[in-house]
């Protein structure tokens, strides 16, 4: 009787063995099938955008809804807003389960303008260049003399002629400006001396910059000075000077 079963137990112990395998296989599958689903994009939320529709936003990333959440490149996400976007400062992509993408996104601020052949280029305050503007759309912002610009085009870094040290001069006063929110009080820029700008300020004051200090220091010089005048007064304030030495000089 023994040797009798023997071909049945070895056929029973074959197919445990191929059961044991294909239960695998076929969890792995459903496994898959639901973490495809899972993984799914199902909602783009878009935050901080107003020059933009989110419609736009979403078509630069080129992010649509099906896509697998795990294989989404962030990196070209970002780099589709940044190059066909020019409002747009910064960006952040990221993904949250289940099947959210969220796009997160700081705008430049319209902050002054240069002029070529009379026609009025809008700059944020790394000098990039967000679009061209016409009279009503530059009033309020900070009119930039002194710098003659290179072939400006949307969404790219303004170019002038000479060394380049007039751009990097204005984005530094620029940046300041809007840290400080002072763009209402500026009116003008004059660049025709890099290493000594000058600056309308409130309507009383010529502001002369140097390269002694950083511009962020020279800022905070300003302030003070200012707050230690009266309403009454105008002048020039000269900040170039080393440390904290202001020269006011009354007009």
């Known amino acids: 009787m023994a040797r009798s079963t023997d071909p049945l137990r070895k056929r029973i112990s074959r197919r445990a063995a191929l059961i044991g395998p294909a239960k695998f296989l076929l969890g792995c599958a459903a496994l898959i099938f639901v973490l495809s689903i899972f993984l799914q994009v199902r909602h783009i939320e878009v935050r901080g955008a107003e020059h933009y529709t989110q419609q736009e936003i979403i078509q630069a990333a080129a992010v649509e809804e099906g896509d697998n959440l795990f294989f989404i490149n962030r990196f070209s996400a970002v780099s589709g807003i940044l190059a066909k976007l020019p ?28 002029e070529l052949e009379g026609q009025r280029w809008i700059v944020d305050r790394s000098c990039k260049v967000l679009t061209r503007g016409a009279e009503d759309t530059t009033s309020g912002l900070i009119r930039v003399e002194g710098l003659v610009p290179v072939n400006p085009s949307t969404g790219y870094e303004l170019t002038a002629e000479g060394d380049g040290a007039a751009v990097t001069a204005l984005a530094a006063m620029l940046d300041q400006i809007q840290r400080r929110e002072m763009l209402s009080g500026v009116s003008y820029i004059d660049l025709t001396d890099p290493a000594a700008p000058v600056m309308d300020y409130l309507g009383r004051f010529t502001v002369v910059f140097g390269t002694e200090e950083s511009f962020e220091f020279q800022f905070g010089k300003l302030v003070s000075a200012v707050s230690q005048l009266t309403g009454a007064d105008r002048g020039t304030l000269d900040l170039s000077g080393a440390g904290e030495a202001v020269t006011f000089t009354p007009f």
């Open 87 to 114: 409002y747009v400062e910064s960006v952040t992509v990221t993904t949250q389960l289940p099947g959210t993408v969220v796009i997160d996104i700081t705008e430049s601020r319209a902050l002054a303008w240069v």
